[in-house]
């Protein structure tokens, strides 16, 4: 089978494609033919060794795919049966999607809903899955449209990008944050109805609290991003955050939380449970703007993969890059 296989020696971390016997792949109920996997920030980091996310080699990245079942030994699943694992750590502790096969567990995989194609759900990924996430958390906290303008950070990268287009989908008002001037049209297109400088929210403010400005938030960057956010929120907002990119350290104070009321909402998709995660899939096949989408997607193959992934590390990649197998 064709695989992306990450090997180390005493100098250095190498990709390369290959061709690898199916009976390396792990143990495991079911075994599903790849259709199509993603690159995401913890795919770089595991295709060029960074993070320590990686501690056996040889490895195959990828920490989500979507395929369909090629044989079973679980009865809930059979074959031609159409599939989606994220999380798990598959694609980290576990050989991923970056294959023609791959073999986890029965208890690991969703049913692809119906209205959603196989490739769709990659060009959303685990990055969308998390923004959905991050959405109806926030929706159970009382967010609802209308009510004034949600900010989201990062919002050039996976997960804010599909946050962007999913809130606005859903009828928010949503203010995309970036550093990068250029993508404002993108944003846009995805359904920013504003954007907000990324150095405009860098700094820790002197002051706990500042103006009353956002109903609410999805944070994916962290550090004194978050800490800025928090005091902008308004009496018992919520944000839900979903990424360290800005470093796991929260240079805040308690007045956001004390005097405002504003809730802080971790979201981790890595380990949701199944119904969460099948109710977040679901509702992103009915919400899901796929006219946008062709905007923010960009194809790529195993042999791609390597120079993305030193890309995505650095900042460089713009939306969801969709591996197609």
């Not at 599939?83 to 991923?96: A, C, F, H, N, Y």
């Not at 902008?232 to 979903?242: F, H, L, N, P, S």
């Not at 470093?247 to 939380?257: M, N």
């Not at 099948?278 to 009915?286: D, F, K, L, P, S």
């Amino acid at each position: 089978m064709k695989t992306l296989l990450v090997e180390k020696d005493d100098t250095a971390v190498r990709a390369h494609v290959t061709d690898v016997p199916e009976d390396r792949l792990p143990e495991g109920e079911v075994t599903v033919a790849v259709r199509h996997s993603t690159l995401n920030y913890k795919d770089g980091l595991c295709l060029t060794g960074g993070g320590g996310l990686v501690r056996t080699y040889p490895h195959v990245p990828g920490i989500d795919f979507a395929g369909v079942v090629e044989s079973s030994t679980d009865p809930r699943w059979s074959p031609g049966d159409e599939v989606i694992l994220t999380g798990w750590r598959v694609g980290e502790s576990r050989w991923g999607g970056y294959a023609e096969k791959a073999r986890v567990r029965a208890d690991w995989l969703v049913r692809l809903p119906p209205g959603l194609t196989l490739r769709q759900s990659m060009a959303v990924g685990t990055a969308g899955l998390t923004a959905m996430l991050a959405i109806l958390a926030l929706e159970a906290h009382g967010l609802e449209p209308g009510q004034g303008p949600v900010l989201v950070t990062g919002a050039s990268g996976g997960v804010g990008s599909v946050a962007v287009a999913l809130l606005s989908a859903a009828g928010h008002e949503v203010a995309a944050v970036t550093g990068r001037p250029e993508t404002e049209g993108y944003l846009r297109d995805l359904g920013a109805t504003r954007i907000v400088p990324r150095a405009d929210l860098s700094e820790v403010s002197p002051r706990p609290l500042e103006s009353e400005t956002w109903a609410g938030g999805i944070d994916a960057v962290g550090g004194a991003m978050l800490a800025r956010v928090l005091g902008q929120m308004r009496y018992r907002a919520a944000v839900a955050a979903v990424g360290l990119a800005g470093g796991a350290d929260l240079p805040a104070t308690v007045i956001p939380f004390l005097l405002r009321g504003v809730s802080l909402l971790g979201i981790d998709s890595v380990m949701a449970p199944i119904p969460e995660r099948e109710a977040a899939w679901a509702r992103i096949a009915r919400d899901l703007p796929k006219d946008k989408f062709d905007a923010m997607t960009r194809p790529a193959t195993l042999a791609d993969l390597p120079d993305l992934g030193r890309a995505i590390l650095k900042g460089q990649v713009q939306g969801r890059v969709v591996v197609d197998l």
